[in-house]
Structures are given as C-alpha cells and as structure tokens.
C-alpha cells in the first residue's frame, strides 16, 4: 500500500505535470476552510487591529517556515538517512496551511465552549475537526472530502488516538457551581483530550493501514497522567516538522504582534527570557559583532520594542535561530522511517523558544484582557450550538439541516455547521438570535 494513495481513486489528466504534494497543496489552497482561516481569531478578536495576524496568516507563516526547515535539514545534514526522506515543498506547504483547520470560532475558546457541547456525543477538539474537515467535509471528492494523499493525511494527523481512548472519563465536561444567573463554564473539565474522533476512526485505519501492527501498537501509545486526559507521545515526520514550525510562529510571531500593538512591555520581557536566550546573543555576536560592542541583550531588547524596522529585523533573525537549529531525532523500536524519524529543537534553542511561548500565554492569553473576551465568545458559541439543536428544523440553515436529517440527527453535523463559523458569522448568528435590536432577513451571514 502506497503513501501516494488517496481514498477515492483518481487520476489526473495526462497532461497535468503535478505530484501529489502539488495536487494536495492545490487543494488546501481552493478550499472554503482555507479561506474561512481569515475570519477566525489567532490570539486577539478581529476588529481589535488591521495589523495582528489571523488563522490565515499564521497558517501561511507555518508553511513557510515548514517548508525552510525541510530546505535546511537537507543542507545541514545531506548523508542523513532521513534527508531522503524529506517531503518536498508543496506536500509540507500543504500540511502546514491545514493545521488549524478544525479551530472553531474563537480559537481555543471556542474550542473548549464545543467540548461542552459535544459532551455527550464524542466531544470537540480542533485537530480532530481538521482531519474530519480533510476527510470528510470539504468537496473535492464524493465521499472522502478533500481526498488527499495518504502521506499528506499522515502529517495531518497529529494525535492518532481515538476521543474515546484519549478521554479520562472523570473529566466530565461542566459547569462551574456557585453562579446563579449565569452559565459558567469549567475551563478545565471541559479542555478536550488531544485526538481524533471515533467517527474518523475508519479514515485513521486507511492513513495507517502501509505500517505493521506493532508500529501502529508503539504509534498511538499513551501515556495518562494523573488527572488529566491521556496523551499520544508520537508524530509522523512530517507532521513534527510541521509542529516545530507551529511552534515557531507561536512564539515569535504572535510575541512580535504582542509588541507591535503595545500589550506588552520591554521590562516584563527582558525579565522573561534574561538568562534563557544566551544561545541566541552568541549568534548575534559572531555574525553581526559591529552591532553592539557591549550589551548585546540590552540592544535586543531595545530594538524589538523600537521602531517597526529594527523589530522586523530581530524577528527574521529570531526565526533563523530557530530554525537552523533543527536536527533529526531517531525513535527505536519503528520499522517504518516516516514513524521511526522526526525533527526536533532540542537544548538551549529549545529552552529559548520556551521562554517565549510561555511569555505570550502569561503576558496576553491569560491576560484579564484576552480571557474575558474569550469568556464572552464561549458563551456565544455554547448559545447558539444549543439554540440550533433544540429547533434545527426551524433554525439550522437549509443545507446544514439536509445534512442533519441525512446522518440520522447526529449533533457532531450541528457541531461541524458551528466549528467552521468566522468570529464574525458567529457573532452575527447570535445577534440574529437573541439581540432584540439586531438581525434582519436582509442580513448576509
């Protein structure tokens, strides 16, 4: 059975000069989930800024620099047996512009808001939505939606554990006690385990039907802390490389954006990574020794909060960092090598990266700032999931509820109609709704 094969047969005209990845990257590319990308939050709620980046720049940005890590890898390990195997740039453009997919209205608000939802009918998580989208939802195909490669679904599929396997059943999605007007949610009983759907499980069984049943045994192990749901300790190499350049626009891009609109502050930051970036200042100071004779850190920092210019500058140079610092990581006990091999940033540019992504979460995603909006949007999604359940025949959109009455009244066709809102088509559904002054029948939605 070959990486190369998709779902659905088909075959291309003669004269198409594509390979897969340029079929697939194609595909991602025409999609309505891509463009939906646009309108849907990636830290802050559009309207905020014309500036900050959204689901659709941030997956654009972790294309690229997916596509630079491959390119990299290849160069600084070119006898590497795993150099050969290596995707090329449209297969690994295309993983990296679908990984947010499945993120809901609202981002990981939203996300935890349809866990609740979905709490009785195998629960909500967004990559989990992304792999349903790819192989089921979008219309590129009669039944396997998008109809992508095997290779290419592989590198999609981050958790390869089915919801029902993942979940811890004590972590029972809630509400907090105590409120008497108002619905609360519990953020952490109702935080979703990392996974697929049990009702993708068919489409994993094809993903991974090329490797023995001991590499699919090792593959979708877990490891279950106390407490929490379970967790799946492996990915493809493709879908690590993916993951690492994940990691790098979180980190970099999304604390350039923090910067830009003034959310945080030079002290705050120099605090945060004082001590944690040494690998970093090195770098700077061989390749650039005329810049600061002195305090390289304090010429860092100076320049990432000065003017838009010299910010530019030290972000290029932070994702350089990063991503020249990528190595290959070998996992024993696999006989497939696109299991067996992964890409990883390990040591002190690690730890730097780190540094960062915990600065982001603390300064601005946990911020009171952000969480209450978070806050308000949850309660919109949790409004009209329920408001459209209780009367779909009267509420639910005309296709949406053909598709409802087609899978037999199963919620998770409610849940896919609300996860692929923008912020806006959610917030305009609730005015539509349950604002007295607002929504007309002249309103596009």
Not at 32 to 37: N, Q, V
Not at 69 to 77: D, E, M, V, Y
Not at 199 to 211: C, K
Not at 437 to 442: A, D, I, P
């Amino acid at each position: 059975m070959s990486w190369h094969a998709r779902r659905e047969n088909w075959n291309p005209q003669a004269e198409d000069a594509r390979e897969d990845g340029d079929i697939d990257y194609a595909r991602v590319i025409h999609s309505a989930s891509f463009r939906r990308l646009q309108g849907k939050t990636q830290i802050l709620n559009l309207g905020d800024s014309d500036f900050y980046r959204t689901r659709l720049t941030h997956s654009l940005e972790v294309a690229q620099i997916a596509g630079g890590l491959a390119r990299q890898l290849a160069k600084s390990f070119p006898d590497h047996v795993a150099t050969g195997l290596l995707p090329d740039r449209s297969l690994i453009h295309a993983i990296g512009c679908t990984h947010d997919f499945g993120h809901p209205p609202f981002g990981h608000g939203g996300e935890v808001a349809l866990n609740y939802c979905m709490r009785d009918a195998g629960g909500f998580e967004g990559n989990g939505q992304t792999l349903r989208i790819l192989a089921r939802l979008e219309s590129f195909s009669a039944n396997a939606g998008a109809n992508l490669c095997r290779r290419t679904m592989l590198g999609v599929l981050k958790y390869p554990v089915a919801w029902s396997a993942a979940r811890n059943p004590a972590l029972v999605p809630s509400l907090l006690a105590g409120t008497t007007t108002i619905r609360v949610l519990d953020a952490r009983s109702c935080k979703p385990p990392k996974c697929h759907f049990d009702s993708e499980q068919d489409v994993v069984d094809w993903i991974l039907a090329p490797v023995s049943a001991s590499d699919r045994d090792k593959f979708q192990a877990l490891e279950r802390p106390e407490g929490k749901h379970a967790r799946t300790l492996h990915k493809s190499l493709d879908c690590t490389i993916m993951d690492v350049a994940d990691d790098i626009a979180y980190g970099v891009h999304d604390l350039e954006d923090a910067i830009s609109i003034g959310l945080v502050t030079k002290d705050a930051f120099a605090a945060a990574i004082d001590g944690k970036c040494a690998s970093f200042l090195d770098a700077l100071k061989a390749k650039y020794p005329g810049e600061s004779e002195n305090d390289v850190f304090s010429r860092m920092v100076d320049d990432l909060f000065g003017d838009a210019n010299t910010r530019k500058r030290y972000i290029s140079r932070l994702v350089h960092h990063f991503l020249t610092g990528a190595q290959y990581l070998e996992v024993k006990g696999f006989r497939e090598p696109l299991l067996r091999w992964r890409v990883a940033l390990k040591g002190p540019r690690r730890a730097f990266l780190d540094a960062l992504q915990n600065f982001v979460v603390r300064e601005v995603i946990t911020s009171p700032e952000v969480q209450q909006l978070e806050f308000k949007g949850q309660a919109m999604v949790v409004a009209v999931f329920e408001a459209l359940s209780a009367d779909p025949a009267r509420l639910l959109p005309r296709d949406a509820l053909g598709r409802l009455d087609a899978a037999g009244g199963d919620a998770r066709v409610i849940c896919d109609h609300v996860a692929a809102m923008t912020d806006t088509h959610l917030l305009k559904t609730y005015e539509r709704l349950f604002s007295p002054r607002m929504g007309s029948v002249f309103d596009r939605l």
